[in-house]
Nanobody
Framework: QVQLVESGGGLAQPGGSLRLSCAASGNFFNAMGWYRQAPGKQRELVATILGDGRTIYGTSVKGRFTITGDNAKNTVYLQMNSLKFEDTAVYYC??????????WGQGTQVTVSS
């Protein structure tokens, strides 16, 4: 079983920044990153790192958010800059091994408000 520990959520002002982290008990993955879900909306991809090192970003966050990894700590980070009201959501860490059911973190709240 893979366990995911999320941190870094909270309150930020529009134009501000937050950094999320997700630490995994496992250290092999085919994809690891973040999804988010706002009330009344479907869960959407925010950013992910693939096993070959490539990164993929959702259209709405491209150019504002950056995902990075620290292999020594089995952790991925999501640096969120230029935050907007519409970034308000619960953010879920996602961990994927090919051929297996994905693992999900419990979610961390990000709220952007003035």
């Amino acid at each position: 079983q893979v366990q995911l520990v999320e941190s870094g959520g909270g309150l930020a002002q529009p134009g501000g920044s937050l950094r999320l982290s997700c630490a995994a008990s496992g250290n092999f993955f085919n994809a690891m990153g973040w999804y988010r879900q706002a009330p009344g909306k479907q869960r959407e991809l925010v950013a992910t790192i693939l096993g070959d090192g490539r990164t993929i970003y959702g259209t709405s966050v491209k150019g504002r958010f950056t995902i990075t990894g620290d292999n020594a700590k089995n952790t991925v980070y999501l640096q969120m800059n230029s935050l907007k009201f519409e970034d308000t959501a619960v953010y879920y860490c996602n961990f994927v091994i090919a051929g297996r059911v994905p693992y999900w973190g419990q979610g961390t709240q990000v709220t952007v408000s003035s």
